[in-house]
């Protein structure tokens, strides 16, 4: 694959480091002149100076034969700009950005870039994870957030503990993917039966979370 | 009518001003609180200070029932990210993004929003001083950006 990576930070960094480890062919451009020469001194000639914004730029590092562009600049703007190039301009299949305020996954799906990671948003449902065993957690939002995958835990009381599968009220906009049990992974039968210490893995859209809620969590998580 | 201007630098300041002095509602918004310094005494709007593209902003602004936005920052893809958000996420009739970079602007003219590249059109209005002629129409002016394209 020949990957083009914008933005030489942190994120930038490591991630032209392991692709090229994977044997892909990379590009890391890095706007200030500083910074780039200090990251062609450590990775050679996969990092070079340039503005992922700049259409001249795009055009001199072969834009249009890019298989992945990852936009992963501090500036969510700048972001937004060379994936929607990347895709609109130079048809690139798949381009991937990092948005820092996590409001803007939401705004960037809505103007076509579909891909979106934001390190605030998972670092966050890791945080709510820790601290709120028993509750609903999402995941991560799928089919350009049209999905919610999400988890939880069964608790003693829970309300679906030790109960058969069709006993528990799911709402209609849901589907219960997977049951954790240990080290294995159930496929959910209606006859199935959710144990305490069980992990529930369900599909849902976003209206029906709150139902999902009612209907998994423990009472004092609701 | 009601307008939001993001960007309080001397354009977004004087735009605020011609809006104000002819009757519409205005807000501005900035994320420096400094720069509303520009905007004359007398001003009746709104001024807002934070990040354009930040919804919560644009909605303190008023977005919502906004007719027109204006995106003046001094980062073009500031402008262009809040004018995609005025015009898809908050349905705004009419959005302007002035954008410097006139490859940009014609790009992001191309795939449908409305850009005013005010670099073409003052050095074409530069141009036509220097030489004496009679100025262009305003679209001259602005097609004057192909020159930047291959």
């Known amino acids: 694959?020949?990957?083009?990576?914008?933005?030489?930070?942190?994120?930038?960094?490591?991630?032209t480091?392991?692709?090229?480890?994977?044997?892909?062919?990379?590009?890391?451009?890095?706007?200030?002149?500083?910074?780039?020469?200090?990251?062609?001194?450590?990775?050679?000639?996969?990092?070079?100076q340039g503005d992922g914004c700049e259409m001249r730029i795009?055009?001199?590092?072969?834009m249009a034969r890019a298989d992945v562009v990852a936009a992963v600049t501090g500036d969510d703007e700048d972001n937004l700009v060379i994936c929607q190039m990347a895709q609109r301009h130079f048809h690139v299949p798949r381009a991937i950005a990092r948005v820092n305020n996590p409001q803007n996954e939401e705004t960037f799906r809505a103007l076509g870039v579909k891909e979106v990671v934001s390190a605030t948003s998972v670092i966050y449902n890791i945080v709510e994870q820790e601290v709120e065993s028993g509750d609903v957690v999402p995941v991560t939002a799928i089919a350009g957030g049209r999905v919610e995958v999400v988890q939880?835990?069964?608790?003693?009381?829970?309300?679906?503990?030790?109960?058969?599968?069709?006993?528990?009220?799911?709402?209609?906009e849901c589907l219960l993917a997977a049951i954790v049990r240990g080290e294995r992974i159930l496929q959910p039968s209606m006859t199935t039966e959710i144990l305490p210490g069980d992990?529930?893995?369900?599909?849902?859209?976003?209206e029906d979370e709150h139902v999902l809620r009612q209907a998994l969590a423990s009472p004092k998580r609701k | 009518m009601r307008i939001v201007i993001l960007g309080c630098g001397r354009v977004g300041s004087a735009l605020a001003l011609f809006m104000d002095r002819e009757g519409h509602e205005v807000a501005i918004v900035d994320r420096d609180s400094s720069a509303f310094r520009r905007i004359p005494p007398g001003f009746k709007g709104q001024t807002i200070r934070g990040l354009g593209?930040?919804?919560?902003?644009?909605?303190?602004?008023?977005i919502e029932r906004a007719d027109c936005f204006a995106a003046l920052t001094n980062g073009d893809n500031t402008n262009i990210m809040a004018a995609q958000m005025a015009k898809v996420r908050f349905k705004v009739p009419r959005v302007v993004a002035r954008v410097y970079d006139p490859i940009r602007a014609g790009a992001y003219h191309e795939l449908g929003i409305d850009t005013l590249c005010t670099t073409v059109i003052g050095a074409g209005l530069i141009q036509d001083f220097l030489l004496e002629r009679p100025w262009r129409s305003i679209e001259e002016y602005a097609k004057l950006v192909s020159l930047f394209e291959q």
């Open chain 1, 199 to 206: 992990t529930l893995v369900a599909l849902v859209g976003p």
């Open chain 1, 152 to 172: 939880v835990e069964v608790v003693q009381d829970s309300p679906v503990a030790n109960k058969l599968v069709k006993d528990v009220p799911l709402p209609g």
């Open chain 1, 17 to 48: 480091k392991a692709l090229v480890k994977e044997g892909h062919e990379v590009l890391l451009l890095e706007k200030n002149p500083a910074r780039a020469e200090q990251l062609a001194e450590d990775l050679g000639e996969v990092a070079r």
């Open chain 1, 58 to 62: 795009m055009r001199e590092v072969g």
């Open chain 1, 1 to 15: 694959m020949f990957v083009i990576v914008a933005g030489g930070g942190k994120i930038g960094y490591y991630l």
């Open chain 2, 53 to 62: 593209i930040d919804e919560a902003i644009l909605r303190s602004a008023g």
